[in-house]
C-alpha cells in the first residue's frame, strides 16, 4: 500500500509570513495526525483527527496554527504568521485507529528566517 | 506536569551485545505504549506495540516490557548489528483521552 504523502519536503519562509502544509493519508485510516519536531527532540503533537473531526488539539497554538481534514481524507496545517520558532520538521502519521500504530510521512522541514 | 524521559540521549555499544532503552513517565497513566525507531531525515517508523495489561511483547530481535507499577518500559535489541543504530522513541497513549506524547529518543550507535 502507498505510504503517506506529504508536500512540500522543505519550505523557507521569512517571519511573519503564512505557509501550508498537505497531507495524504493512507487510504482507509481514520486517523490523522500533525506533528512538530524540533531539533534534538520528540515529535510533539499538535493536533489529532478521526475521520473529519478534531479529538485533540490541546497543544496546538491557536492564535497562529490551523488545521482541517478535508471529507476525512486530506489534511492541510497552516501558520499564520510564521515566527521563528516555528523551524522544526511537520510530521504526518496516519492510523486505522486510535489505539493502533502510526505510519508516519517524511515531513516537511520549514525554516523561518 | 507530564514527564516521559528516555534514559539517555546516547548509547554506544558492539555488535552483537544487547541494548537497552528506558522510557520512564510521571504523571501519566498510558493504556499502551509504542516504540519507534527514527532515521535521520525521516519520519518514525512503528516497531512495537504494547498495552497496559500486557508484561511482554517480543518481536524477532526486540523485545519490549511494560512496568505500570515502576512507570517504566525497557526495550531491548539483541545480537545488535550496526544497521540497528539509529534514534529510537517511546511513544505514550491513553484511550479516549487521546493524550498522545513521544519522549526525546534515543540516539543508538552499534559500532561493529
Known amino acids: 500500500e502507498a505510504g503517506v504523502a506529504q508536500s512540500p519536503r522543505y519550505k523557507i519562509i521569512e517571519k511573519r509570513q503564512s505557509v501550508a502544509f498537505w497531507c495524504n493519508p493512507i487510504?482507509?485510516?481514520?486517523?490523522l495526525y500533525w506533528y512538530q519536531q524540533i531539533l534534538g527532540q520528540g515529535p510533539k503533537l499538535l493536533i489529532q483527527?478521526?475521520?473529519?473531526?478534531?479529538?485533540?488539539d490541546s497543544q496546538l497554538p491557536k492564535d497562529r496554527f490551523s488545521a482541517e481534514r478535508l471529507k476525512g481524507v486530506d489534511s492541510t496545517l497552516k501558520i499564520q504568521p510564521a515566527k521563528l520558532e516555528d523551524s522544526a520538521v511537520y510530521l504526518c502519521?496516519?492510523?486505522?485507529?486510535?489505539?493502533?500504530?502510526?505510519?508516519f510521512g517524511p515531513g516537511t522541514r520549514l525554516t523561518v528566517l | 506536569s507530564q514527564k516521559i524521559e528516555q534514559n539517555s540521549e546516547a548509547l554506544n555499544i558492539q555488535e552483537g551485545k544487547t541494548a537497552t532503552l528506558t522510557c520512564n513517565y510521571t504523571?501519566?497513566?498510558?493504556?499502551?505504549l509504542q516504540w519507534y525507531r527514527q532515521d535521520p531525515g525521516r519520519g518514525p517508523v512503528f516497531l512495537l506495540l504494547?498495552?497496559?495489561?500486557?508484561k511482554e511483547k517480543r518481536k524477532e530481535r526486540l523485545k519490549v516490557t511494560f512496568d505500570t507499577t515502576l512507570k517504566q518500559s525497557l526495550f531491548h535489541i539483541t545480537a545488535s548489528q550496526p544497521a540497528d543504530s539509529a534514534t529510537y522513541l517511546c511513544?505514550?497513549?491513553?484511550?479516549?483521552?487521546?493524550?498522545?506524547?513521544f519522549g526525546a529518543g534515543t540516539r543508538l550507535t552499534v559500532k561493529p
Open positions: 483527527f478521526q475521520n473529519n473531526g478534531v479529538v485533540d
Open positions: 504494547i498495552r497496559e495489561n500486557e
Open positions: 502519521a496516519s492510523s486505522r485507529r486510535t489505539d493502533n500504530e502510526q505510519f
Open positions: 487510504s482507509g485510516h481514520a486517523t
Open positions: 504523571n501519566y497513566s498510558p493504556a499502551y
Open positions: 511513544a505514550l497513549d491513553r484511550y479516549n483521552n487521546n493524550d498522545m506524547r
